[in-house]
């Protein structure tokens, strides 16, 4: 289960542990998170282990206790997760929520072309996994600002720097400052999906909390809140997989 959405807030650290299922040894990264009513555990495929968000109060024995409880769930998890994505010749990558296949085109003289389904990287090979990365977080910056620009005039409410950043357990935030991070694997998500993330950020420019008033705002900016929040609930950690 993943915490969504969140206005930034300090995090305390706490020392990461391990669990044993099985002989199986499990590292388990612990968050710290004032805002949390309850202990929420995630599987982290690309690391193959665990991570426990703790409320405030809780200690490391008690949250590390949480996870052993349920490592047998979080192997099986593990164990089902699908293989990472490269980004190489011939790779299926979703844009814009469409399949994408990724080729190699060396004499090519733009970086990248999107067209047709097909999306055609150029230079050597050694640079296309690079290359490729660059142009979706470009296109992410592009989807976002302009969805920002727009739905933020609607409240006007003037927003701070848009950063886009590859977070794992969020995929948007605003600090008290107006200030807006967003995951550059949105673009990997339907466009309706991106939508609501950023229309869910901008909201908080007039609402810094999750109060009744502020999902008034999202529903003045976004129809999709509900099916958008289940999508990411079910496909959004398997952005995770790519590059």
Not at 51 to 76: I, K, N, S
Not at 85 to 95: H, N, R, T
Not at 106 to 131: A, F, M, N, W
Request: hydrophobic content about 40%.
């Amino acid at each position: 289960m993943i915490d969504l959405f969140r206005t930034e807030r300090p995090k305390q650290a706490m020392e990461d542990g391990t669990i044993d299922v099985d002989g199986r040894i499990i590292p388990v990264r612990f968050r710290v998170n004032a805002r949390a009513r309850r202990l929420i555990l995630r599987v982290d495929a690309l690391t193959g282990g665990a991570v426990v968000t703790v409320p405030a109060g809780v200690g490391r024995e008690a949250a590390l206790q949480f996870a052993r409880a349920r490592g047998v769930w979080v192997l099986e998890r593990l164990d089902k997760a699908p293989p990472p994505v490269v980004f190489e010749d011939g790779v299926i990558v979703p844009f814009l929520g469409a399949d994408h296949v990724v080729r190699h085109q060396p004499g090519q003289r733009q970086p990248v072309i999107c067209g047709e389904g097909k999306i055609t990287v150029g230079g050597q090979p050694e640079h296309l996994s690079r290359r490729f990365k660059t142009w979706l977080r470009k296109q992410a910056r592009q989807q976002v600002e302009n969805r920002v620009i727009r739905l933020s005039e609607q409240v006007g409410k003037r927003h701070g720097r848009i950063s886009i950043r590859d977070t794992r357990s969020r995929w948007g935030s605003c600090s008290s400052t107006g200030a807006l991070n967003f995951s550059w694997r949105l673009v990997l998500a339907p466009e309706w999906v991106l939508e609501y993330v950023v229309a869910h950020e901008v909201a908080h420019l007039v609402e810094h909390n999750h109060s009744p008033a502020f999902w008034a705002v999202v529903g003045q900016l976004n129809d999709d809140a509900s099916a958008a929040r289940d999508w990411l609930g079910m496909h959004g950690e398997a952005l995770h997989r790519y590059g």
